[in-house]
C-alpha cells in the first residue's frame, strides 16, 4: 500500500485529508468495512463501485494491473470521503495524449465514483490534486458516464473552475430509465400503445398454452448458484455467444460474474428474475437494487421463444420495482435507442463524459488543443451528418 503525502485543504474530525492508493485485494478490515459504509451514504449509488462489485473487477478484469484503487480519506484511520479507480492511458481516442481516466470495463455501466454525501467537491479537488502530483497522469483526468447535472457532476464543475479551469462535456448519450409514482399497470398502460399490449396479451396466451408458465424471483436466503448457471447458460444461447461478448464466452468475465452476484446478495443489492416455461427459464434478468436507485444489469432471453416476447413480459413483471417504496429510480444500464427497454421504459438518464485540465503549463497548453480539436471534429462530423441527411432525405 502506497501513502501519498497529505493535501491539508480541510479536515474532517480534525484529520488532514490524504490520498492513498491500496492493492483492492490486500484492504485491512477497517477499510473494507468503511467502503462497504460508504455505499450506504454515497452522494450517488452505484453498485459498479461497491466493494462486492470492484474489488473483484480489478482483480479479475485488470489483467495488465493498470487500474489504481484510490481512496481519499480523513486521515490514515479516519473516514472515508471517496472511493474511485484510475488508470493511465497513452492515447485519448486516436491521438498519443498521455492522461488519467476513471478505469472501467465494459461491463461497468456507470462511471460515477463513491463519495460520501456533502464531501463531492472536496473530493474533485483533492483528487485533482492528487493527479497534479501523479508522475503517471498528464494533460487531463478523464471520467466517463457521470449523470449529467448529477451532485458529481456538478461538483466536477465547481471542482475545475476553483483551479481556474473548465469540465469540459465531450459526449452525452441518453439511455431508458424508469422513474414514476404510477402504480405497475397504470404504467404499462401509459407507456405500451393498447395495440401493442394487445398482441402481448396473445403472445402470454399462446405461450401458456406451451406448458406451465411461471415468473419467479430470487429470495434472500436461496442459493444463487442455479440462478448463476441458468442465466449464464441462457444469454450464451442467444447472440451474445454468437458474438462472443456473452458473460460466459470469457473466463474472467464469467469468474467475475460468479463472484460478484452472491456478493451482491450478502450485500443485500441482488434482484434476479426469471420467466419459466415447464420449469425452464425462457428469459432472465439481473437488477442491482442501491437505494434510492437500482440498475439493470443483464437480460438475456430465449432466441427459440422469441415469437413470444418473453423478455418484454418478464419486463412486464418488472415493473413492480415501482412499488417498492425503497426505489425511486431504475437505470436500464442499456445502449442509448435500445429496441426493447425503451419501448417499455419511457424516462431517460443523460450520462456524459467529462474532461477536466491539469494545472501543468504544459497540460493546459496540450489541453486547450485538444479540445480546440474536439470542437473542430464535432463541427465537421455535424456538418457532413448534415449533409448526409440533405442528400438522403427520409
Same mark, same amino acid.
Given at each position: ?5 497529505? !493535501?491539508p485543504?480541510s479536515?474532517i474530525?480534525?484529520?488532514p485529508l490524504?490520498v492513498?492508493v491500496?492493492d483492492p485485494?490486500?484492504?485491512s478490515?477497517?477499510?473494507?468495512a468503511?467502503?462497504d459504509? %460508504?455505499?450506504?451514504?454515497?452522494s450517488?449509488?452505484? *453498485?459498479f463501485?461497491? /466493494?462486492w462489485c ?8 485488470d489483467p495488465?494491473r493498470?487500474?489504481? %484503487? ?5 486521515g490514515a484511520?479516519?473516514?472515508?470521503i ?21 478505469w472501467?470495463?465494459?461491463n ?5 465514483p463513491?463519495?460520501r454525501?456533502?464531501f463531492?467537491?472536496?473530493f ?6 492528487w ?6 497522469? /498528464?494533460t487531463?483526468?478523464h471520467?466517463?458516464?457521470l ?23 465531450v459526449h452525452?448519450?441518453e439511455?431508458a ?6 402504480s ?7 407507456? =405500451?400503445r393498447?395495440k401493442?399490449?394487445k398482441?402481448?396479451r396473445r403472445?402470454a396466451?399462446?405461450?401458456a398454452?406451451?406448458g406451465v408458465?411461471q415468473? &419467479?424471483?430470487?429470495q ?6 442455479p ?9 450464451a444461447?442467444g447472440?451474445k455467444? &454468437?458474438a462472443g461478448?456473452?458473460l ?7 469468474a467475475? !460474474? &460468479?463472484?460478484?452476484? *452472491?456478493?451482491a446478495?450478502?450485500?443485500g443489492r ?8 415447464d420449469?425452464r427459464?425462457?428469459a432472465?434478468? =439481473?437488477?442491482?437494487?442501491?437505494p434510492?436507485?437500482?440498475?439493470? !444489469? ?7 421463444y422469441?415469437?413470444?416476447?418473453p423478455?418484454?413480459?418478464l419486463?412486464?413483471?418488472?415493473l413492480?420495482?415501482l412499488?417498492?417504496?425503497?426505489i425511486?429510480?431504475v ?6 435507442g435500445?429496441p426493447?427497454?425503451d419501448?417499455?421504459w419511457?424516462?431517460?438518464r443523460?450520462l456524459?463524459?467529462?474532461?477536466v ?6 497540460d &493546459? %497548453?496540450? !489541453?486547450?488543443?485538444l479540445?480546440r480539436a474536439e470542437r473542430?471534429?464535432? /463541427?465537421w462530423?455535424?456538418?457532413?451528418q ?6 438522403? *432525405?427520409?
Amino acid at each position: 500500500m502506497t501513502v501519498h503525502p497529505a !493535501f491539508p485543504v480541510s479536515s474532517i474530525d480534525a484529520a488532514p485529508l490524504t490520498v492513498r492508493v491500496v492493492d483492492p485485494l490486500a484492504l485491512s478490515e477497517g477499510l473494507a468495512a468503511a467502503w462497504d459504509g %460508504l455505499a450506504g451514504e454515497a452522494s450517488e449509488p452505484n *453498485p459498479f463501485a461497491e /466493494r462486492w462489485c470492484l474489488q473483484s473487477a480489478l482483480h479479475l478484469l485488470d489483467p495488465e494491473r493498470q487500474a489504481r %484503487l484510490i481512496v481519499v480519506q480523513g486521515g490514515a484511520d479516519g473516514p472515508l470521503i471517496g472511493v474511485m479507480p484510475l488508470a493511465p492511458a497513452a492515447r485519448y481516442s486516436r491521438l498519443p495524449l498521455r492522461h488519467a481516466v476513471g478505469w472501467a470495463h465494459p461491463n461497468h455501466f456507470h462511471g460515477a465514483p463513491l463519495v460520501r454525501a456533502g464531501f463531492e467537491s472536496l473530493f474533485w479537488s483533492i483528487l485533482l490534486g492528487w493527479c497534479d502530483a501523479a508522475p503517471w497522469a /498528464r494533460t487531463l483526468l478523464h471520467v466517463p458516464r457521470l449523470t449529467e447535472d448529477g451532485p458529481l457532476h456538478r461538483a466536477l464543475i465547481d471542482a475545475a473552475r476553483g483551479r481556474g479551469g473548465e469540465a469540459v462535456v465531450v459526449h452525452r448519450e441518453e439511455r431508458a430509465l424508469l422513474a414514476s409514482d404510477l402504480s405497475p399497470a397504470a404504467y404499462w398502460d401509459a407507456a =405500451v400503445r393498447a395495440k401493442k399490449r394487445k398482441e402481448l396479451r396473445r403472445q402470454a396466451n399462446r405461450l401458456a398454452d406451451e406448458g406451465v408458465v411461471q415468473f &419467479r424471483r430470487w429470495q434472500a436466503g436461496d442459493p444463487p448458484g442455479p440462478w448463476i448457471d441458468a442465466f449464464l447458460a441462457l444469454e450464451a444461447r442467444g447472440w451474445k455467444g &454468437r458474438a462472443g461478448s456473452a458473460l460466459a464466452s470469457n473466463s474472467d468475465t464469467q469468474a467475475w !460474474f &460468479r463472484a460478484i452476484v *452472491p456478493a451482491a446478495a450478502a450485500a443485500g443489492r441482488l434482484d434476479m428474475r426469471a420467466l419459466d416455461l415447464d420449469g425452464r427459464p425462457l428469459a432472465m434478468l =439481473v437488477n442491482f437494487l442501491c437505494p434510492p436507485g437500482g440498475f439493470s !444489469f443483464k437480460t438475456a432471453f430465449d432466441e427459440d421463444y422469441a415469437r413470444f416476447s418473453p423478455g418484454v413480459l418478464l419486463q412486464q413483471a418488472n415493473l413492480d420495482l415501482l412499488d417498492d417504496p425503497r426505489i425511486e429510480w431504475v437505470d436500464s444500464c442499456a445502449a442509448p435507442g435500445h429496441p426493447m427497454i425503451d419501448s417499455v421504459w419511457r424516462e431517460r438518464r443523460a450520462l456524459v463524459w467529462v474532461n477536466v485540465p491539469l494545472t501543468g503549463r504544459s497540460d &493546459r %497548453l496540450r !489541453f486547450a488543443m485538444l479540445m480546440r480539436a474536439e470542437r473542430m471534429w464535432r /463541427r465537421w462530423k455535424g456538418a457532413a451528418q448534415h449533409a448526409d441527411e440533405v442528400e438522403s *432525405p427520409t
